[in-house]
């Protein structure tokens, strides 16, 4: 354990409670706006959450180089988290767009 400060641990272990909750309340936020969209999100998180989880993996174990295969699903997980990120964030940008068609038709039907 002591490839990494204490600060530096303090950081990376932070970094991951923090993005556990913020799938947890992206999750939330999704089911109160009844958005599936924000649902997609929340799994779209899970693979960056992933590749976190190897980085203090191999960092627990000194950097081990029998664990280098550790650092390839790190790296693995960051470019498949950076697509499912923009699926979803095209998820969303597509049910906003959807939803404000209808408020706008919506709308024309009440000033008819």
């Not at 109160?32 to 924000?38: E, K, L, R, T």
């Not at 976190?52 to 664990?67: D, G, R």
């Not at 960051?78 to 923009?86: A, M, P, R, S, Y």
Request: glycine content about 4%; proline content about 4%; overall charge negative.
């Amino acid at each position: 354990m002591q490839a990494l400060s204490i600060p530096t641990w303090i950081i990376h272990v932070s970094s991951v409670i923090e993005w556990i909750a913020a799938i947890w309340l992206i999750w939330k936020y999704g089911e109160v706006i009844g958005n599936p969209a924000w649902g997609a999100l929340s799994f779209g998180m899970l693979p960056a959450l992933v590749s976190a989880m190897c980085a203090c993996t191999w960092h627990f174990f000194e950097n081990s180089p029998s664990l280098e295969w550790v650092v390839t699903l790190q790296a693995s997980m960051t470019v498949i988290g950076n697509f499912t990120l923009f699926a979803a964030a095209w998820w969303i940008y597509r049910s906003t767009q959807h939803n404000d068609t209808e408020i706008n038709e919506a709308s024309e039907e009440l000033v008819k």
